[in-house]
């Protein structure tokens, strides 16, 4: 409809609606507009606890096959290396929470080797490992 120098809209419908605003999603107003994937197997405590205790039974057990320094490094280093490998595997197939565990337990048991051998290192002025 053209009134003059003026166009005007045409009258709404009885049905026509206005177009509303996207909501925000702070407060949701029902289902969502897109899925909402979850894991099958999220990470918990339990599960980090879990792979912690798991890890450090086994870099200890590993440790008391050391008779001297150097056998004890090595041993920890191959224990965690295998450690880390299982770490992997759950990753991929498993537990994540219990990877997390093993992973931050086996870099502590590493770490405490590498204290121990350095201590010895800086004592005897030898390095202890050859």
């Given at each position: ?12 419908d ?6 509303s ?11 969502p ?6 894991e ?16 450090t ?22 224990a ?8 992997l ?6 537990d ?5 565990g ?5 870099a ?5 080797a ?17």
């Amino acid at each position: 409809m053209t009134t003059g120098r003026y166009a005007f809209p045409p009258e709404p419908d009885a049905g026509f609606r206005p177009a509303s605003r996207a909501p925000s999603g702070l407060f949701p107003s029902g289902p969502p507009s897109r899925p909402v994937y979850r894991e099958p197997h999220p990470v918990t405590g339990a599960g980090v606890a879990a792979g912690a205790a798991a890890a450090t039974a086994w870099l200890f057990l590993f440790g008391l096959l050391g008779r001297d320094l150097p056998a004890y490094a090595w041993w920890t280093v191959l224990a965690g290396v295998l450690a880390w490998l299982a770490a992997l595997l759950l990753v991929r197939a498993g537990d994540r929470g219990a990877a997390a565990g093993i992973a931050i337990v086996t870099a502590g048991g590493w770490s405490i080797a590498a204290a121990v051998v350095v201590t010895r290192w800086a004592a005897s002025g030898d390095w202890p490992l050859w």
